[in-house]
């Protein structure tokens, strides 16, 4: 299995920019699809983004399309979340996920979560 620790959230203004980092440790890191889901206040917990094995292939969330930017160094262990032009929406409880093979799965069923980390964005 994998252990996931997240990190890099903050109270930042509408329009600014925070990056998350997710680090694992454990099993092979290239073997699972990576990504991110959110959980505002009194609502379920949602996909943010997903990027394969190897990265070449990325999927977004219609709301973050064109401000978020998911991308992973395999040999480093960690995968990124770059947000930018932040809305005071964005504010959640960020957790980042993994599973084995695709992002499909990922995406439907995430098999490992992050402990998680608060975005906050002022307006």
């Known amino acids: 299995q994998v252990q996931l620790v997240d990190s890099g959230g903050g109270l930042v203004q509408a329009g600014g920019s925070l990056r998350l980092s997710c680090a694992a440790s454990?099993?092979?890191?290239?073997?699972?699809?990576m990504g991110w889901f959110r959980q505002a206040p009194g609502k379920e917990r949602e996909f943010v983004a997903a990027?394969?094995?190897?990265?070449?292939?990325?999927n977004y969330a219609d709301s973050v399309k064109g401000r978020f930017t998911i991308s992973r160094d395999n040999a480093k262990n960690t995968v990124y979340l770059q947000m930018n032009s932040l809305k005071p929406e964005d504010t959640a409880v960020y957790y980042c996920?993994?599973?084995?093979?695709?992002?499909?799965?990922?995406?439907?069923?995430?098999?490992?979560w992050g402990q998680g980390t608060q975005v906050t964005v002022s307006s």
């Open positions: 996920a993994a599973s084995l093979s695709t992002i499909a799965r990922l995406i439907g069923s995430p098999a490992y």
């Open positions: 454990g099993r092979t890191f290239r073997d699972y699809a």
């Open positions: 990027i394969s094995r190897a990265g070449g292939s990325t």
